[in-house]
T-cell receptor
Framework: GESVGLHLPTLSVQEGDNSIINCAYS??????FIWYKQESGKGPQFIID?????DKRQGQRVTVLLNKTVKHLSLQIAATQPGDSAVYFC??????????FGTGTRLKVLA | DGGITQSPKYLFRKEGQNVTLSCEQN?????MYWYRQDPGQGLRLIYY???????QKGDIAEGYSVSREKKESFPLTVTSAQKNPTAFYLC??????????????FGAGSRLTVL
């Protein structure tokens, strides 16, 4: 959609394959991280979150990995489906009201 | 269903006009936020409000104003002083918990276009 990511990196995956979307964050003091999915022309939807005292968290078909050593976050989507096509971005929480957002990655699922 | 309602979904503004975007939430959340989204950029904070009758400027507050007269409502006015207002505007809220895990819940967004 034109509201999000005209110039975003794109990940194209075959339907049924696993997807891995990456995010680098900058502040080692950030203690909470969230992944969002945004479809064209819509608001972001919460997918999964993780606190800094964890390095892995699993949800339904999604897993988030946190590597604090290199300040890297990844979102893994198992058995990617056409409905997973969207822009995905991470958010880091630095304090109660401050969130820093990544620019996002567009996921395209190929039939 | 609880959620955040933004209106209008699409809005057109002429040069020199002020326009107001509505944001209403029925989640009983304490804090509310306005973000601006431009292509290829991360969300940028315009204003946020922790409680009724109080709000703070975000990173790009110039040319915008807000009010928080009720817990449920946080309207954003885009004034004529905002030189490049064409963007997608997102309202969000959080339930203030001191657990350190406050998920931002977003509305569906409002697209503002300057003619």
């Amino acid at each position: 959609g034109e509201s999000v990511g005209l110039h975003l990196p794109t990940l194209s995956v075959q339907e049924g394959d696993n997807s891995i979307i990456n995010c680098a964050y900058s502040n080692s003091a950030s203690d909470y991280f969230i992944w969002y999915k945004q479809e064209s022309g819509k608001g972001p939807q919460f997918i999964i979150d993780i606190r800094s005292n964890m390095d892995k968290r699993q949800g339904q078909r999604v897993t988030v990995l946190l590597n604090k050593t290199v300040k890297h976050l990844s979102l893994q989507i198992a058995a990617t489906q056409p409905g997973d096509s969207a822009v995905y971005f991470c958010a880091e929480n630095r304090g109660t009201y401050k969130y820093i957002f990544g620019t996002g990655t567009r996921l395209k699922v190929l039939a | 269903d609880g959620g955040i309602t933004q209106s209008p979904k699409y809005l057109f503004r002429k040069e020199g006009q002020n326009v107001t975007l509505s944001c209403e939430q029925n989640l009983n959340h304490d804090a509310m936020y306005w973000y601006r989204q431009d292509p290829g950029q991360g969300l940028r904070l315009i204003y946020y409000s922790q409680i009724v009758n109080d709000f703070q400027k975000g990173d790009i507050a110039e040319g915008y104003s807000v009010s928080r007269e009720k817990k449920e409502s946080f309207p954003l006015t885009v004034t004529s002083a905002q030189k490049n207002p064409t963007a997608f505007y997102l309202c969000a809220s959080t339930l203030d918990s001191y657990s350190g895990a406050n998920v931002l819940t977003f509305g569906a967004g409002s697209r503002l276009t300057v003619l």
